[in-house]
């Protein structure tokens, strides 16, 4: 007897070993090599483990049923000839994917969409089917791989508790992450915005929206930010080079709120010669025209007069209670001798920035979203050098015409910082400054009769760890002066 447990011990070790090869040589395939891939995929989604059942001790299986009540994974089988394998090796943010008795788990998201083809999508809502160490295996003709009883069982189990919910016209695409957000808060037309966009996509039930894709959320996009309740952030980016289903929302709200901020009297309080150019009455007729007004506006100075320096500044405060609204913020207008169109390029363009600002060390487009000749909208990454420092800049850019059109209405350019993913995979620089552009709002109007001159409304809210309070706005007002007479210089 004693020899016959010694050879059942053995055999039981050597079968975990094989098994655990098996598993290790599956893991390894399928990130390197996809033509050894099973003809088949099981992809779990919301799940926060995929272990194989088979690679779980006794204890474990226990203890994943006591937990497969709290939480619900979809299970869905894809054929391997409708996925594409060749870019399995290059998604990095893939949740969780089983082939066969292998598992691959990282942080990510799936999308679904419909499709013409056949293919199964299995959402369990039993207790037995619950567990997020279970999965569902079938082959590309829909037979399922009979490779032990104990299988079987577990496959029938599973099958049994989503028959009901098996749908024919659905087919899973392996997405990366969104990797940059934004904040929303604090932009009054958020919420009619996301409610219209909610219309893309409709065919979601609402406990299948995901956070900050499908709805804004105050959780945390990225370790590296603080829990606000009071925030409200948005992914601009779908992972793959393309809008999140929100991005448009939060960038028409963006857009609405800069232009309401800058046509709000109450808002602001003139400084420096302002008060005086105001009290000529000369400017009377060009400044806080609606931007309904769809046509060019008139100017006080005519070309070459010495009027036409002019620069107006003013500063004011956010009335919201939100991120940053304890920062001043300022708001300069002024003749500029360049054509809206122009200045609008002049502006959008990335390549061109050390023309205007001598500061700059440069800007780069890390991701263009839209570009064409009446909207534009990326991400940049600016950097200025300031007294041995690197003040670096990571924020969406979006310019797009005025009601009326370029010609008659001229063109808005908003700003505002963003999170980037990417930050978290580079080591800290303390020769870097990271500051944040909370609004930036650039208008463009056209004038009367002159066709190579504009009106620059410019709005800057800046958050800064390089500019003390008491210096914030006193800095703020100069660099708007210096800003409009740089931008002049060009002309």
Not at 128 to 145: K, L, P, Y
Not at 230 to 249: I, T, Y
Request: proline share 5%; glycine share 6%.
């Amino acid at each position: 007897m004693g020899f016959i447990k010694k050879v059942s011990i053995a055999f039981f070790c050597n079968s975990w070993m094989c098994l655990l090869a098996a598993n290790i040589f599956l893991h390894f395939s399928y990130r390197t090599s996809p033509k050894l891939l099973k003809s088949y995929y099981v992809i779990k989604m919301k799940s926060s483990r995929s272990v194989s059942s088979k690679s779980m001790t006794r204890q474990q299986k226990k203890k994943s049923s006591r937990k497969s009540n709290k939480s619900k994974s979809s299970l869905l089988v894809v054929p391997s000839d409708e996925f594409n394998t060749d870019t399995i090796g290059s998604i990095s943010n893939v949740r969780s994917v089983s082939i066969g008795h292998g598992s691959f788990s990282r942080a990510g998201v799936l999308s679904v969409t419909k499709s013409s083809r056949s293919l199964l999508v299995a959402v369990p809502d039993t207790p037995d089917s619950n567990s997020t160490e279970e999965s569902i295996e079938s082959s590309s003709n829909g037979e399922g791989d009979n490779d032990s009883s104990n299988e079987n069982q577990q496959h029938n189990r599973i099958q049994e508790g989503a028959t009901s919910n098996l749908s024919p016209i659905k087919e899973v695409l392996a997405s990366h992450m969104p990797r940059i957000f934004i904040r929303t808060a604090d932009l009054p037309r958020m919420k009619e915005a996301t409610d219209r966009s909610r219309q893309s996509f409709s065919d979601l039930a609402d406990e299948e929206l995901v956070d900050h894709i499908h709805k804004p959320s105050s959780n945390p996009p990225l370790p590296s930010l603080e829990h606000d309740t009071n925030e409200s952030w948005v992914a601009l980016d779908d992972g793959n080079g393309a809008k999140a289903p929100l991005a448009s929302a939060a960038i028409e709200s963006l857009v609405n709120a800069g232009l309401s901020a800058s046509m709000n009297k109450k808002m602001w309080t003139p400084n420096g010669s302002t008060p005086k150019l105001l009290k000529t009455g000369d400017w009377d007729k060009t400044i806080f025209l609606p931007y309904e007004w769809e046509r060019p506006v008139p100017v006080p100075h005519a070309k070459g007069s010495k009027g036409e320096k002019d620069v107006l500044v003013w500063s004011g405060t956010w009335s919201h209670k939100y991120y940053g609204h304890d920062l001043p913020a300022i708001r300069c207008e002024a003749i500029v001798n360049m054509s809206p169109k122009d200045l609008a390029d002049l502006l959008v363009d990335s390549t061109r920035v050390k023309e205007y600002n001598k500061m700059s060390a440069g800007r780069d487009d890390i991701l263009v979203l839209h570009d064409d000749e009446k909207c534009v909208t990326k991400v940049c990454i600016g950097r200025s050098k300031v007294i041995g420092k690197t003040l670096m800049l990571k924020s969406l850019l979006h310019m797009e015409e005025l009601p009326g059109g370029g010609e008659q209405g001229g063109y808005v350019i908003v700003s505002r910082a963003v999170a980037y993913a990417g930050d978290s995979e580079v080591a800290e620089d303390p020769k870097i400054i990271h500051s944040e552009m909370l609004m930036g709002l650039n208008v463009i109007r056209p004038v009367e009769g002159e066709k190579d001159r504009c009106v620059l409304i410019n709005v800057n809210h800046l958050r800064s760890p390089m500019i003390p309070m008491m210096l914030a706005k006193r800095l703020g007002l100069s660099s708007a002066v210096n800003f409009i007479n740089d931008i002049r210089a060009l002309c």
